[in-house]
């Protein structure tokens, strides 16, 4: 008796070792996501397309300008930087190793990654112009598709 409960402590023993790699890769990769979310900054970009968000939606209707702050506190409770962080990490840790995550970072620390970093928001933004550009010069294109869409819509019997 006293042989068995030895040998499964020793079995237990050997399995608790071998896993032990990928227990410390999990924690690896986390730690390494975590630095990755730190040097791309995206704390502040949330919080800027949060407000940013809610400015627009202020726009389109005013009538929402007094409840700003009361909005501003409800998103930044549920879609902020800190309460998605641990959904962000564990979206990177399911994406990446933990050593594909060290060499983006390690990247992202190079002159030419803190230039993509910097260049990033500007090179969107110059992304959505042009694809707006190709959508307003075919608008017509994409009228004449949505109206004949309508008229095949219109002749199909109703059920």
Do not use: H
């Amino acid at each position: 008796m006293l042989l068995v409960s030895l040998r499964n402590k020793v079995l237990w023993l050997c399995v608790v070792v071998s896993l032990s790699p990928y227990a410390y890769a999990a924690s690896d990769a986390e730690t390494e996501a975590g630095k990755l979310l730190n040097i791309i900054g995206v704390a502040e970009v949330m919080q800027q397309s949060i407000e940013q968000m809610l400015d627009v939606q202020i726009q389109q209707n005013p009538a929402l300008a007094d409840y700003r702050q009361v909005m501003l506190d409800f998103l930044n409770k549920y879609v902020s930087y800190e309460s998605m962080r641990p959904q962000l990490v564990r979206l990177y840790t399911e994406a990446f190793s933990a050593a594909e995550l060290k060499e983006i970072n390690a990247f992202y620390m190079t002159s030419t990654g803190k230039k993509t970093l910097k260049m990033m928001p500007e090179m969107m933004a110059k992304g959505a112009l042009i694809s707006a550009s190709l959508i307003q010069s075919n608008m017509s294109e994409l009228q004449a598709m949505l109206a004949a869409e309508e008229a095949r819509l219109q002749q199909q019997p109703t059920k």
